[in-house]
């Protein structure tokens, strides 16, 4: 399930969907799919763990969450 804010760039068929808000899974995360074959398929996947420091923030923006994948 996508929630938050998704966009679809037509001219490379990616879909860039990323998450931000405080919840037990973190403070946001960031994905990055290609349309290969009429089928997403993930590219990319950052996630902010806002909790590990001690103090939640949840500033960042989501090219500077930590990339989780690849």
């Given at each position: ?22 919840c037990a899974g973190g403070c946001g995360s ?41």
């Amino acid at each position: 399930m996508i929630s938050g804010v998704a966009q679809f760039f037509p001219e490379d068929n990616t879909l860039r969907a990323f998450h931000k808000g405080i919840c037990a899974g973190g403070c946001g995360s960031a994905a990055e799919y290609k349309l290969i074959e009429e089928k997403f398929e993930l590219q990319e996947f950052r996630k902010y763990d806002c909790y590990s420091s001690g103090a939640v923030q949840v500033t960042k923006s989501p090219e500077e969450f930590p990339k989780i994948y690849p």
